[in-house]
């Protein structure tokens, strides 16, 4: 189980709130208005943000019942993946996906063929040697999903990754995210502004209004929601 417990931050003059509780092995879209805390929520369980302040059962947070709020964020076991992929324009595309693994590049014959097997599953095994600006931007994207892959930790963090990629890309991408996730077993929190991705993706939405959470509950039911906050996002009279 993924668990934030009263997890309490202040950014500005914002205030932010979260607890919650999801299972670990569902893809779990995040969503809600621009500046309501949904990008917060990933970098508080990256270790990108820090709680304001920490009681016992207050301000934990859990993957798994293992508590990783304690940890530096290169030491919890999530991947985070931003629509900004960061790719490293002066390395190949095997490269950039051996950066996942080890910094120096100096892979083991295994970890080569984890770097291998990620290329193969995002697309890529003909590109391998090719410079990101020799990419197209979807391709760009597959390699960055790649690089997540290798890093073989069981939760994946990724804010609106997609979200510049004309539709039919967008739609490629999100069915290949959710294929990967089911092949690894992985978890994933999936920040997105469209609710056909949660519908396609996502087992469960996490509806974040105001720096908390307004609501949750499966994709299905999120489209069928009579609350006024959320038929406003969707664009429905209320």
Not at 40 to 69: C, M, W
Not at 123 to 131: D, E, F, K, S
Request: hydrophobic share 40%; glycine share 8%; with cysteine.
């Amino acid at each position: 189980m993924i668990e934030l417990k009263h997890v309490r931050c202040g950014i500005g003059e914002q205030q932010f709130h979260y607890d919650l509780q999801l299972p670990e092995g569902e893809i779990v879209a995040v969503m809600g208005a621009s500046g309501a805390g949904k990008s917060t929520l990933l970098n508080l369980l990256a270790g990108f943000v820090k709680p304001d302040s920490q009681v016992h059962g207050e301000g934990e947070i859990y993957l798994g019942g293992e508590r990783v709020d304690t940890l530096e964020p290169s030491q919890r076991p999530m991947t985070s993946l931003f629509q900004e992929h960061n790719l490293f324009a002066h390395m190949s595309v095997y490269q950039n996906l051996a950066l996942g693994i080890r910094s120096n590049l100096k892979l083991t014959t295994q970890e080569q063929r984890q770097v291998e097997q990620a290329l193969e599953q995002v697309g890529l095994a003909n590109m391998a040697g090719r410079l990101p600006k020799q990419l197209s931007g979807g391709q760009r994207q597959r390699v960055a999903l790649g690089r997540a892959l290798v890093r073989r930790k069981p939760l994946l963090l990724l804010d609106e990754p997609f979200s510049a990629l004309d539709p039919a890309l967008r739609h490629d991408m999100t069915m290949l995210l959710k294929t990967l996730c089911q092949q690894h077993q992985l978890s994933a929190l999936v920040v997105t502004h469209e609710p056909r991705d949660a519908l396609a993706l996502a087992q469960q939405v996490v509806f974040i209004a105001q720096g908390r959470v307004h609501w949750q509950g499966t994709s299905e039911d999120f489209l069928q929601q009579t609350d006024a906050g959320i038929k406003a996002y969707l664009g429905e009279n209320c």
